[in-house]
């Protein structure tokens, strides 16, 4: 399974950019990036997700580098609500047909008022 | 939008009991269930997968015999936690998918395990 490397934390002030690193290097052709935000003891909730072309929702941008070995996540104007731990994740194949996502350790993101 | 019901949000239990834990996709058919277990302050470890009508496959290190999961239907997994130990004390998530994974991830909201 390619792994993710995440900083542990980060803070960001409120109403500004939040950008969220994360590094992939060993990631495959045919993988997606996955982002997903965990608010303390709750599931986890899905952001966005892509391939190779940079990504935009109403939650967030995805951009991933043209090698594909790293990615950034931009939340436009942070708010309050958005402080939570942030996973990157390389969805990846399993024996068995299916397709999984499995978690690294996740960024602690801090909005400060 | 997906939506994934987990029930209970929390259990207590007395050492040596069993619980079962639910998890039902309300608005779509979930050909394929995941399980995953966070002790505190730690990500998410996937536990097992399981497809519709198939026994579920395990992560390495999972006892199999412990943790029983069930998926007879499209809207329904269970992962039952077999004589259960203060170890298993955890927070247990499932997470559904309409295509074998390959179509989004809906999780559900967890439950907090609590063993006596």
């Known amino acids: 399974d390619a792994k993710t490397t995440q900083p542990t934390s980060m803070d960001c002030a409120e109403g500004r950019a939040a950008n969220l690193p994360c590094n992939h290097s060993?990631?495959?052709?045919?993988?997606?990036v996955y982002w997903y935000r965990q608010i303390h003891s709750q599931g986890p909730q899905y952001i966005i997700h892509?391939?190779?072309n940079n990504e935009t929702n109403e939650m967030a941008s995805l951009i991933i580098t043209e090698d594909r070995k790293s990615s950034t996540l931009i939340l436009p104007h942070a708010t309050l609500r958005d402080t939570a731990v942030y996973y990157c994740?390389?969805?990846?194949?399993?024996?068995?047909?299916?397709?999984?996502?499995?978690f690294g350790t996740g960024t602690r993101l801090t909005i400060i008022p | 939008g997906a939506v994934v019901s987990q029930h209970p949000s929390w259990v207590i239990c007395k050492s040596g009991t069993s619980v079962k834990i639910e998890c039902r996709s309300l608005?779509?058919?979930?050909?394929?269930m995941f399980w995953y277990r966070q002790f505190p302050k730690q990500s998410l470890m996937l536990m097992a997968t399981?497809?519709?009508?198939?026994?579920?496959?395990?992560e390495q290190g999972v006892e199999k015999d412990k943790f029983l999961i069930n998926h007879a239907s499209l809207t329904l997994s269970t992962l039952t936690v077999t004589s259960a130990h203060p170890e298993d004390s955890s927070f247990y998530i499932c997470?559904?998918?309409?295509?074998?994974?390959?179509?989004?991830?809906?999780f559900g909201s967890g439950t907090r395990l609590t063993v006596v």
């Open positions: 997470s559904a998918s309409r295509d074998r994974g390959y179509y989004g991830y809906t």
């Open positions: 060993t990631i495959s052709g045919n993988e997606y």
């Open positions: 892509g391939l190779k």
């Open positions: 994740i390389v969805r990846s194949p399993t024996n068995f047909g299916n397709e999984k996502l499995t």
């Open positions: 608005d779509f058919q979930a050909t394929t």
């Open positions: 399981s497809n519709e009508g198939s026994k579920a496959t395990y």
